[in-house]
């Protein structure tokens, strides 16, 4: 029986990777002049993936691989001012206001008189603060937990650290890689809902479909009838 | 009498300033063709602050503002791969390896039988928790706090986490503004402990040398026996 519900942040109560995607858009039409779009994705996430373990997740280590991207794309051709220019598409990301998902403004306060919510999310602590306290639903959560990264041994010192049984303890989020996947290994219940645009560093071949307490929705007004099956 | 103390991290535990520090010297002479050395740390300061409500604390805030700070002080005439270099330099912070202070490996352990320790600071998630793990005294604190800021609300919500009296609690750091002020507030005990820079933001004028729970001390090899004055 569940008892506490952990929920993801970015695109599963707002949205967050639309807003990358755009930025992504204004990054490759700044460069379009040196370097073909195509190439200029899959070269801005390899330099992502070469500095995750000096910036971590978030906005400014976006900005700081975007700017180093756009320097090698071009041979040293940027100009100052176009540089200038990625550091204003970062800050109006930062600046971006909260747009909450459907469902999330009536589904969260509901469930918070039956459960005890635990908000679980990851990336830059004043960003991700800034968007929780601009949400309006931080009222509603018992904890909020800010991660550096979301895998099985960070799960489970969340879980200690609030006295949760995994067995009654159930995830929801868009991310089978960081939200649904340690969850399971944990043995708590898993609830994929997403979004319709993946960072490639999230993305998973398959969903765990033959696990029992694995469960797929596609709006967050399908979580409160399911849980009771959990 | 104190039964939790509060350590905050960088430059109280281990060194850091320097790191900023030395990190600005290389950005002074990577500038210096462009504009008066003098001018540089005026200018790059003024935009860490208007930046601060976006950025937070820490070393990728600090790398955007001065890659913003260059751009604006050569009127865009900074080349890429000096722009380049400014990333450099700031990769080369985030990669320093941690140096504890004098007495830090022998207190810490030693305080950790009598009393119950926090760690509390403020800054990026990820190289706070490098910082951390590194230092090898991350097994000696009951709980670690990275904070976005450490203000009166801040301290107040991490005491009470905690189940903690602020009668019975003394925090020692290196920043009267972030480390001592906001507890003696609270009524706590405040050690105070001045490292040998100190970055603009945290400067305040005066020590609170009139509040009986103030204390000043050279070294962390002072604390212990003045723990039971307090």
């Known amino acids: 029986m569940i008892r506490t519900i952990g929920f993801d942040a970015d695109d599963t109560l707002w949205h967050n990777e639309n807003i990358f995607d755009r930025a992504q858009e204004r990054y490759r039409r700044l ?6 779009a195509a190439e200029v994705n899959v070269a801005l996430f390899a330099t992502e993936m070469r500095n995750l373990r000096l910036y971590g997740y978030g906005i400014k280590g976006f900005m700081l691989s975007a700017t180093e991207t756009a320097i090698e794309l071009t041979k040293g051709e940027i100009s100052a001012a176009e540089i200038r220019e990625i550091l204003r598409l970062g800050q109006d990301m930062i600046a971006h206001p909260v747009e909450l998902l459907p469902d999330a403004a009536a589904v969260v306060p509901a469930l918070a008189k039956d459960y005890r919510l635990l908000l679980i999310t990851k990336g830059d602590l004043r960003d991700q603060e800034r968007k929780i306290a601009a949400s309006g639903l931080a009222a509603h959560f018992h904890a909020i937990e800010i991660l550096s990264e979301k895998d099985d041994a960070a799960y489970a010192r ?3 650290r609030h006295g949760v049984d995994p067995k009654e303890f159930a995830m929801v989020g868009n991310s089978l890689k960081s939200d649904i996947l340690p969850i399971l290994a944990l043995g708590g219940a898993g ?3 997403p979004y319709h645009l993946t960072w490639q560093h999230e993305r998973v071949e398959e969903a765990p479909r033959h696990q029992p307490r694995f469960r797929h929705i596609e709006r967050l007004a399908e979580l409160p009838p399911l849980l009771p099956t959990l």
Chains 1, 2 share one sequence.
């Open 191 to 193: 609830v994929h809902m």
């Open 31 to 36: 460069l379009e002049k040196y370097h073909p």
């Open 158 to 160: 969340v879980l200690q």
